[in-house]
C-alpha cells in the first residue's frame, strides 16, 4: 500500500492541511527539494548508508551479539525444537522468535554460516528501518526536505556522550546492534505507525488490512519485547491523534485480537510469562542515569513538539511523546528501571518533531535561525559519534582526537573452533561466556539472565565454585563432571585448576593470555 502524504499539492502561504479532518498547522509546497539544502541532506543519508553497508561488512562485536549468533545457530542445527541458546538444557528462550526462526531457517536451508546470515539479517533490518522512517515521516510532512531530514536527526540528535543500547538509534548504537532483532522490530514499527496513520483516516482500511497490521504487531512484540512496548505506545498515539470512528476501532480491534491469538499461540516460548521476569531492574538502571549529557540535543524536539501542542494538543508526536515521558517517569520513581527501555517512545518522536518542522518552516529569517541551530546541533552529534567509523576502518586510520574517542569490539573466539565442537561445554567466566555459544558450544552458566532455565543460579554457583580461590581441587573436577565440562576458557589470574594440573591438557592460546584447556577423562 502507498503511504505518501495527503494532499501532496502545493499551496499558499498560510493556508493549512487537514490530516484525519482536521487542520495541522503550516502546509509547505511539497515539491522535490532544490538547491543545496536537499542536494546535502540526501548525499548526507546517502553516506550514512553506505557507510552502515561497510559496518555490516566488518560486524563488529560487542554486546549481544553473541546470544543472536547463538540463536540463529541453535535453530540451524534444530529448527523446531532447538532447547536453550546458551547451555545444554531443553528450555524455551525468547530469543526464539519470528525473525530468528527465519534466519535459522534460512541458515539451514541455505548452508551459509551464521555469520553470513546475520549480515544479510541486518542489511534487511537496515532496509525495512531506512522506509519505514521514510513512510513514517511522509504522513507527518508532505515536505520532500523531511524524511532525509528525520533520518539524520534520529542518528545525531542525542547527546554529546556516546550511548548505546539495543532499541536506540545513534548512529553508534546502530553500527553495534545493526544485526540484533532490535533494529529489525523497529524498522517494522516504523512501517506499522505508517500503515496504521494511513488506515484511520476518515474512510478507515479494510479488515485485512487491520488484521495485517495485528500481525504485525504480534511479529514485533515477539521478536523484541521492548521494542513492542515503543511500538504499542506509538501505534497508541497515533489513535488517539485520529480521533476514530467506529468502524476503524472495530477493525483495529480485530487486529489486535488476531495479534493476541499471535502471540498466545507462538510454539517457542511463553511471551505472557515474560510479564513476570524480574532480575532486570539493575541491568536497565543506567537508563536513568547522565540524562542530559547522553540526550540534551534532543530537547530541540521538545521546542518542536511544543510548536507542534499550540497547534493541536493531540498531534501524534506530542502524544507520542507525552506517553514515553510518563512511562519513563514512572519507571524512575517507581524503581521499575527496566520501563526506562520506553524512552525511544520519548525520544524518537522529538527527533521527528525536529526534522518536521525546520523541514516544514515557512520562509525567512525564523526557518534560518531554526535550521541553523539544527544544523549545529547535528553537528555536535556527529562529532560525539565520530569514532564509530573505526569499525570501517580501524582505530590505525583515525585522527588522534578521534582514535582516542574510540572503543574497540570484542575479538571474540574463533581461536578456540579448530578444537572445540558443537554442542561440546565450555567452562567460562561471565565475559566469554556471552562469547563461545555463538560458536556452537554450550557453557555451563548463561552469559545472560535466562527467565526460563530453572537451575540458573545453582549453574552461576557452579561457575563461582569452579574460578573461586580457596577451592579444593575434588570440588573443582565435582563442577566439571556434574556438567559435562569438556572445555574450559581461563586466563591465569581466573584462578580454577592450575595449568600443570593432570586433569587438563593445554590446548591453545588467545588474545588477553586466555588458554584453552581440555579437560582429560
Not at 590505525?396 to 581461536?415: I, M
Amino acid at each position: 500500500m502507498s503511504v505518501a502524504a495527503e494532499g501532496t499539492s502545493a499551496r499558499g502561504a498560510g493556508t493549512t492541511e487537514r490530516r484525519f479532518g482536521r487542520p495541522w498547522g503550516p502546509r509547505v509546497a511539497a515539491g522535490r527539494p532544490r538547491g543545496a539544502a536537499g542536494i546535502t541532506l540526501w548525499a548526507a543519508v546517502a553516506l550514512v548508508v553506505v557507510f552502515m553497508l561497510l559496518v555490516i561488512v566488518r560486524l563488529p562485536w560487542d554486546g549481544d551479539l553473541g546470544i543472536h549468533a547463538a540463536t540463529v545457530e541453535r535453530l540451524r542445527h534444530r529448527l523446531f525444537d532447538p532447547g536453550n541458546p546458551l547451555v545444554q538444557e531443553d528450555t524455551p528462550s525468547p530469543y526464539y522468535s519470528p525473525w530468528t526462526v527465519f534466519l535459522g531457517a534460512v541458515a539451514r536451508l541455505t548452508g551459509l554460516s551464521v555469520w553470513v546470515v546475520l549480515r544479510i539479517a541486518a542489511v534487511m533490518s537496515l532496509t525495512l528501518l531506512v522506509t519505514g522512517v521514510r513512510r513514517y515521516v511522509r504522513t507527518l510532512s508532505a515536505h520532500r526536505l523531511a524524511p532525509p531530514l528525520a533520518l539524520l536527526c534520529l542518528m545525531f540528535l542525542w547527546g554529546t556522550q556516546v550511548f548505546n543500547w539495543s532499541g536506540f538509534l545513534g548512529l553508534n548504537s546502530l553500527a553495534l546492534t545493526v544485526a540484533y532483532p532490535s533494529v529489525f522490530a523497529l524498522g517494522m514499527a516504523f512501517h506499522l505507525w505508517a500503515l496504521l496513520t494511513r488506515s484511520l483516516k476518515d474512510e478507515p482500511a479494510g479488515w485485512v488490512v487491520f488484521l495485517g497490521l495485528g500481525a504485525m504487531w504480534a511479529v514485533i512484540l515477539l521478536s523484541h519485547q521492548f521494542t513492542g512496548v515503543v511500538t504499542t505506545l506509538g501505534a497508541l498515539a497515533t489513535v488517539i491523534a485520529a480521533r476514530a470512528g467506529r468502524r476503524a476501532l472495530l477493525r483495529l480491534g480485530a487486529g489486535i485480537l488476531l495479534g493476541v491469538t499471535v502471540i498466545t499461540l507462538w510454539p517457542y516460548y511463553d511471551f505472557f510469562a515474560l510479564l513476570h521476569a524480574g532480575g532486570l531492574e539493575a541491568i536497565h538502571q543506567p537508563l536513568y542515569q547522565h540524562l542530559l549529557v547522553r540526550f540534551g540535543l534532543v530537547l530541540l524536539g521538545v521546542v518542536a513538539l511544543a510548536v507542534r501542542a499550540r497547534r493541536d494538543l493531540r498531534d501524534p508526536l506530542v502524544v507520542f511523546f507525552l506517553l514515553g515521558v510518563l512511562v519513563f517517569a514512572a519507571g524512575g520513581l517507581s524503581g521499575h528501571y527496566s520501563w526506562g527501555r520506553a524512552l525511544p517512545v520519548a525520544l524518537v518522536p522529538a527527533q521527528l518533531a525536529a526534522a518536521v518542522e525546520v523541514a516544514g518552516a515557512a520562509r525567512g529569517t525564523l526557518r534560518k535561525v531554526a535550521a541553523g541551530v539544527l544544523a549545529a546541533a547535528l553537528g555536535i552529534g556527529v562529532w560525539t559519534q565520530v569514532q564509530t567509523v573505526g569499525y570501517v576502518v580501524g582505530r590505525s586510520a583515525l585522527p588522534g582526537a578521534v582514535a582516542a574517542k574510540y572503543r574497540l569490539p570484542w575479538v571474540g573466539y574463533h581461536w578456540i573452533t579448530p578444537w572445540v565442537r558443537y554442542g561440546d561445554v565450555v567452562m567460562a567466566n561471565t565475559w566469554a561466556a556471552r562469547q563461545v555459544p555463538a560458536y556452537g558450544a554450550y557453557t555451563v552458566a548463561p552469559g545472560y539472565p535466562d527467565f526460563f532455565l530453572p537451575d540458573e543460579a545453582k549453574r552461576e554457583a557452579a561457575v563461582r565454585t569452579y574460578f573461586d580461590a580457596g577451592v579444593s581441587r575434588a570440588a573443582r573436577l565435582g563442577v566439571l563432571r556434574s556438567y559435562g565440562v569438556r572445555w574450559i576458557v581461563q586466563r591465569p589470574a581466573e584462578g580454577g585448576l592450575p595449568p600443570g594440573d593432570p586433569a587438563l591438557r593445554r590446548v591453545a592460546s588467545g588474545p588477553g593470555g586466555q588458554v584453552l584447556y581440555e579437560v582429560v577423562r
